[in-house]
């Protein structure tokens, strides 16, 4: 997630938000095929992926992909600062299936 995101959507318009996230995630997006990870999710500004659930993986690693450099202008425009990601890892097993009848 984004720190500080919460309080910067109380004081940006809609639209510069939306910008913000989509250049950021735009840039997450590209990084995926490059790390082997399954994007998830996105809600707000989290932004989840998985990796090694397709296929097993002989050796076990945590792989944390380095941030891409960002649009200074955009977030300088919206955060007057470089955003600063939080990144969880969780690694171990896992099980996946599909639950309810709906996508989100």
């Known amino acids: ?4 995101f919460t309080a910067m959507c109380s004081v940006v318009e ?3 938000v939306m ?3 989509n250049s ?12 082997d990870v399954y994007k ?7 932004y989840m992926v998985a990796g090694g659930l397709m296929r097993p993986r ?4 945590a792989s944390h992909p380095t941030p891409p450099h960002l649009n200074p202008h955009l977030a300088t425009t ?6 600063q990601v939080r990144v969880g890892i969780h690694t171990g097993p896992v099980t996946s299936g599909v639950v309810g009848t709906r996508m989100p």
């Open 1 to 4: 997630d984004v720190k500080g």
């Open 14 to 16: 809609p639209a510069v």
């Open 19 to 21: 910008a913000f996230l």
């Open 24 to 35: 950021l995630y735009t840039q997450f997006d590209s990084l995926l095929g490059v790390h």
């Open 40 to 46: 998830v999710e996105t809600i707000g500004d989290c």
């Open 58 to 61: 002989r050796t076990a690693r």
């Open 78 to 83: 919206v955060t007057n600062a470089g955003p």
